[in-house]
């Protein structure tokens, strides 16, 4: 993946190296988009894989490679490639090492400074984690005084160095969540149906596979996820995923309401909760996978290559 993104990235001629012309920038200037999705693909593969084994850990490396998003965002952006590969970064963490909140703390201070403001919400996903993976209150605060003082650290060091946020934030509220729920919603319908253009049948394709995808996590978890121990891959993974996704949504509305200068969501903005809702997807089929019937599977398996077609095309 790595590799492909590289070399897209260098026939567009979009990234180059100041002070180095010729083919020696056009070589080196897309490594660094390349390197995140390399990353981030890998991250995914690895987690899915220990979580709900190999065959799903491929499937959902696939799945993310092919987002209608993916490619153009890594030819485009420098800085919706590292934030995608950091959020994967600190979901690992959370899902493999629970404890080490100094770790996912650090992660998501460095996303959400020094990377993008839309990884605001980071820093409260790896506090919210810290909470709930303690039983004793006090415990659990040590761990979440422990992944928010990297916050106060990179701040203070972005003082210096600089930060990824406007010069001069103006935090007032602006209102305007209409219109950024609607451009987030138009992002990730790309995603879902990416060749239907027509209104109509684009929200009702839209509409149904949202249905679909939301009554298949809630299954996989009422059915199979939740009777797992609580140490299980595979509910641990449902739950990281669950405090994520919620923090960064909310992170992103705080900056939709509050800051001046935010612009509405972007594709750097809403891919990251995509890439994860992939992860948790693929998860969920795999846990549902042995009780379908056979007829069940080949429309699943026919559902997942109608979409891959039409998001390659796209």
Not at 190 to 203: E, K, N, S, V
Not at 263 to 286: C, E, N, Q, S, Y
Request: proline letters at 6%; one cysteine or more; a positive charge.
């Amino acid at each position: 993946m790595a590799a492909l993104v590289w070399w897209r990235c260098r026939e567009d001629g979009v990234f180059y190296i100041v002070g180095i012309g010729g083919n020696i920038s056009a070589t080196l200037g897309p490594l660094f988009p390349g390197v995140c999705a390399g990353i981030s693909v890998a991250l995914a593969l690895l987690m899915v894989d220990t979580a709900a084994g190999p065959t799903a850990g491929v499937v959902v490396a696939i799945c993310i490679a092919a987002l209608p998003g993916f490619m153009p965002l890594h030819r485009t952006s420098l800085l919706g490639p590292p934030l995608i590969s950091i959020t994967l970064m600190m979901f690992a963490v959370m899902l493999h090492a629970p404890r080490f909140s100094l770790a996912y703390g650090s992660l998501a201070a460095v996303g959400s400074v020094f990377v993008s403001p839309s990884g605001v919400g980071l820093p409260a996903a790896a506090v919210a984690w810290a909470l709930l993976r303690r039983k004793g209150v006090r415990r659990a605060i040590q761990r979440a005084v422990l992944a928010i003082l990297p916050l106060g650290a990179v701040i203070a060091l972005a003082r210096v160095v600089g930060d990824e946020w406007p010069a001069q934030s103006t935090v007032h509220w602006r209102g305007g969540l209409d219109r950024g729920l609607q451009t987030a919603g138009a992002i990730v319908g790309d995603q879902i149906a990416p060749l239907l253009h027509q209104p109509a049948l684009r929200f009702f394709a839209i509409a149904d596979i949202s249905l679909v995808v939301v009554a298949l996590v809630v299954v996989a978890w009422r059915k199979v996820v939740r009777k797992l121990p609580e140490e299980a891959l595979m509910r641990r993974l449902f739950a990281a995923a669950g405090v994520l996704s919620l923090a960064y949504a909310v992170g992103l509305v705080v900056l939709t309401l509050l800051i001046a200068e935010t612009p509405p969501p972007d594709l750097v903005a809403v891919l990251p909760l995509v890439v994860v809702a992939v992860v948790v997807i693929i998860t969920a089929t795999a846990a549902l996978w042995p009780k379908w019937h056979r007829l069940v599977k080949v429309a699943a398996v026919l559902l997942v290559l109608g979409w891959l077609q039409a998001a390659l095309r796209a």
